[in-house]
């Protein structure tokens, strides 16, 4: 157990409005779920992009992570970091633990990118003259994956085993179309975020990041 209480960095006033959609929540899941307690600085937009953190973060983004003489960023590398630190995210087989870690790219390079590429469309690009055209191929992608992800799924409750940093990446990537027709075309895929969603690590990580959206909107 590392001796320092790590630092996360997020949003000071989230632009997603506390539904959990900025990516810090995947690391405060990830603490939440192996029992690490953790402190969180609050940036601005401004504050992201200063010298000082800069340092931690070349893209001048959140989340980061600092615990002792380590400052990391990239949200998926936080989440490995803790996954291989502490019991209950990986699993001690080595070809089963492989295969999560396959999982967390397969989250993040392989799904994650026309979900994400989607969400800014639609805030970015909403009144270009293309716009259909794009939103149509972007979502003719993300039925491609979600429909090999669900046929993989089947009616298993995790994707490989137990509960792992693998599943943890990919519901916070499907909670971005969860609501939505291209989730709810799989019912499996949607019952997976809701079982994920009511894990009581999750369910803190996210009542936490809300905690912070609503007292920045009470302080104006
Ligand atoms: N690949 C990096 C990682 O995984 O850590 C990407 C980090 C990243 O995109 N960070 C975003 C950020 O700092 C926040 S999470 N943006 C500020 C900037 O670039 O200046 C992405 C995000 C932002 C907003 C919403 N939202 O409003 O719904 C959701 C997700």
Known sequence: MPSHVPT???????????????????????????????????LSFAEM?????????????????????LALFESGAIVL?????????????????ARSIA?????????E????????????ERDEPWYA??????????????????????????LDGAFSAGDLLMVTVLRRVAGSPLLDAHPNLAAYVARAEARPAYRRAFDDQLAVFTAASDGG
């Open 8 to 42: 996360i960095t997020a949003f000071e006033r989230s632009p997603d409005r506390g539904r959990g959609l900025a990516r810090d929540l995947r690391v405060r899941w990830a603490l939440e779920e192996v029992g690490q307690p953790y402190e969180v600085r609050l």
């Open 103 to 111: 999982w967390m790219f397969a989250a993040l390079n392989t799904v």
């Open 133 to 158: 055209a794009r939103l149509a191929k972007l979502e003719d992608a993300i039925r491609l994956r979600l429909g090999d992800l669900a046929r993989r799924l089947g009616e298993s409750e995790w």
């Open 49 to 69: 992009k200063e010298p000082g953190h800069r340092a931690i973060h070349p893209f001048g983004q959140v989340p980061t992570y600092e615990a002792g003489a």
């Open 113 to 124: 990118p026309p979900i994400f590429e989607r969400a800014l469309a639609t805030i970015l």
């Open 81 to 97: 970091h803790i996954a291989e630190r502490h019991a209950g995210l990986l699993p001690q087989d080595p070809d089963a633990r």
